[in-house]
C-alpha cells in the first residue's frame, strides 16, 4: 500500500541528516522510543520547548523530560550522585527517568524544566532515537506525543492520530517494544517513585539497597505533572470489573473470552509485562471501534501490574 501520510517516514541516513537541520532550526519532530513516541524539540532552545508546549496543550508547570545519548553529555548539565550513577549502570539506556539537580551554568533553557532546580534525565535504549541524539550537540526534551492528559502513542500512525500534519517528519520506528512511559526516580533526595514503570521500585531497591518510598503525598514541587487526570482514551474507563454490561469493550487477562466479540485481551498469557505493552494500543482501537466505554477486569498489583494500574486509575479519573 502506498504511504498516504507525507510526513510518516521510515528511518534512514537521509532522513537522519534533515532531522538533524529541522531540530537545529528550533522544529519538533515525532520519534520512536522504546516506550511511547515523543515530541522532540531542542533542550537548549526556548523557542523550540514554546513549540513543544503550544502543540500539546500542555500547561506550562508540566516540565519535560531531557533525553541524552550518554551519561557524559548529561553531566554538563546536572549534579550526578552515587545512586543515580548506580542505577544508570544497571539500567540505562532504557524506561528509567532520573530527577537530579541542575547544574549552575546548564544551557537548559528554564521553560524546559517549569522553572525547576530539577531535571528530568533519561537515555532511551531505541536504535534510531540513539543515532539521532548521538549526531545533535544538544539534549532533547521530549514528552509523549500526544495531546495533553491523552492516551500516549506507540506507534508513528498513533502520533499522526494526534497531530495530523503539523510535525514536518514522523519517524517510523515500529510499535513500541515497552508500550507505556518510562519509571520516573527521583534521586535529589531519599530516593522516591515518582511514576510506575516496567522497572519496578522493587528492582530499583535491590541496586540502591535502601527504601524507595512510593506512597508519599505529591506534592507541587517534587512532581508538578502528575495530574491525577491522564492517559484518556476519550471515553469512560471502568476498573475493577467483574460482569460484562453487554455494550462496553472488556479488557481483561489471559484467553477465556476468546472468540467472544467486544472481549479484548492484554495478554493471552496472563503476562504483565505484554499486558503494559498492549494497553495503550487496545485503548486507541477500542475507541476507534466506536465504543462508548471501556470495562477493565482486576489486574494484579505486582510487577508491570503496578505500572497497569497506575495509569487506567488514571484514565478512569477522567470524564
Ligand atoms: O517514556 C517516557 O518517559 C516518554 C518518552 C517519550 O521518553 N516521555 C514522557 O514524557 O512520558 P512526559 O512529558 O509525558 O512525562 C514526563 C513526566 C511528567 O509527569 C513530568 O511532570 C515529570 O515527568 N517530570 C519532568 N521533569 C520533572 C522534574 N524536574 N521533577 C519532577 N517531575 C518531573
Ligand atoms: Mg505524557
Given at each position: ?23 537545529k532550526k528550533n522544529k519538533i519532530i515525532g520519534l520512536p522510543t522504546e516506550t511511547v513516541y515523543g515530541l522532540a524539540g531542542n533542550a537548549y ?31 554538563e548539565d546536572v549534579e550526578a550522585n552515587s545512586s543515580f550513577k548506580k542505577l544508570y549502570k544497571k539500567f540505562s539506556p532504557g524506561p528509567i ?223
Amino acid at each position: 500500500m502506498k504511504n498516504i501520510y507525507l510526513n510518516i517516514f521510515p528511518f534512514n541516513k537521509k532522513i537522519l541528516n534533515k532531522i538533524v537541520k529541522l531540530l537545529k532550526k528550533n522544529k519538533i519532530i515525532g520519534l520512536p522510543t522504546e516506550t511511547v513516541y515523543g515530541l522532540a524539540g531542542n533542550a537548549y532552545s526556548k523557542a523550540s520547548i514554546n513549540k513543544i508546549y503550544k502543540l500539546k496543550g500542555r500547561p506550562k508547570y508540566n516540565p519535560l523530560i531531557i533525553h541524552y545519548f550518554d551519561l557524559n553529555r548529561a553531566l554538563e548539565d546536572v549534579e550526578a550522585n552515587s545512586s543515580f550513577k548506580k542505577l544508570y549502570k544497571k539500567f540505562s539506556p532504557g524506561p528509567i527517568t532520573y530527577i537530579l539537580k541542575k547544574k549552575i551554568n546548564s544551557k537548559i533553557v528554564s521553560n524546559a524544566t517549569a522553572n525547576l532546580k530539577t531535571v528530568a534525565v533519561r537515555f532511551p535504549k531505541q536504535k534510531n532515537i540513539r543515532s539521532i541524539l548521538k549526531k545533535l550537540d544538544f539534549p532533547l526534551a521530549m514528552p509523549s506525543a500526544n495531546i495533553s492528559s491523552k492516551v500516549s502513542p506507540v506507534k508513528a500512525l498513533d502520533v499522526y492520530d494526534e497531530f495530523k500534519n503539523k510535525l514536518n517528519i514522523i519517524v517510523d520506528g515500529g510499535k513500541s517494544k515497552i508500550g507505556i512511559e518510562s519509571t520516573v526516580i527521583d534521586l535529589t533526595g531519599d530516593p522516591k517513585l515518582l511514576r510506575p514503570g516496567i522497572i519496578s521500585h522493587f528492582k530499583i531497591q535491590k541496586i540502591l539497597r535502601v527504601r524507595i518510598k512510593t506512597n508519599f503525598k505529591i506534592s507541587k514541587i517534587n512532581s508538578p505533572g502528575l495530574l491525577k487526570k491522564h492517559y484518556s482514551p476519550g471515553i469512560p474507563v471502568l476498573i475493577n470489573q467483574k460482569k460484562h454490561d453487554k455494550n462496553s469493550a472488556f479488557i481483561y487477562l489471559g484467553n477465556k473470552y476468546k472468540n467472544r466479540k467486544k472481549f479484548f485481551s492484554l495478554s493471552k498469557k496472563s503476562n504483565l509485562k505484554e499486558a503494559a505493552s498492549n494497553l495503550y494500543m487496545l485503548f486507541r482501537k477500542i475507541k476507534k471501534m466506536g465504543y462508548k466505554k471501556i470495562q477493565i477486569q482486576k489486574i494484579p498489583s505486582r510487577g508491570s501490574g503496578l505500572a497497569i494500574n497506575d495509569r487506567i486509575k488514571k484514565a478512569a479519573n477522567y470524564r
